[in-house]
Nanobody, 127 residues
């Protein structure tokens, strides 16, 4: 059974940086594309970034482009989200997800394409 666990959230000042990690377990047969999503208080779940199975293709939301970087280390079954130039509007609970549908190895931006989700890690950016 595939599971993912996020870590690395916390408090940062505007303009600062944080790095989130997502450790996956149970990946015995496939190496899925992974995604990061976030949900701010009172708002809907929002796509942030996604990376394909071997790390050669990434997609970002316009709101984080050129500030956030998604990467992965398949040897460690870990995906990272490096967040630079943080803004107060980046405050949210960040979720890591593994794609589990038939096209599991490709990037995706819709939450419905991801079947395994972590519990989230909270990021708070102060102004």
């Amino acid at each position: 059974q595939v599971q993912v666990v996020e870590s690395g959230g916390g408090l940062a000042q505007a303009g600062g940086s944080l790095r989130l990690s997502c450790a996956a377990s149970g990946l015995t047969a496939i190496t899925p594309a992974m995604g990061w999503f976030r949900q701010a208080p009172g708002k809907e779940l929002e796509f942030v970034a996604t990376i394909n199975w071997k790390g050669s293709s990434t997609v970002y939301a316009d709101s984080v482009k050129e500030r956030f970087t998604i990467s992965r280390d398949n040897a460690k079954n870990t995906v990272y989200l490096q967040m630079n130039s943080l803004k107060p509007e980046d405050t949210a609970v960040y979720y890591c997800a593994a794609r589990t549908d038939d096209n599991y190895f490709n990037t995706a931006t819709e939450s419905s394409n991801f079947g395994v989700w972590g519990l989230g890690t909270k990021v708070t950016v102060s102004s």
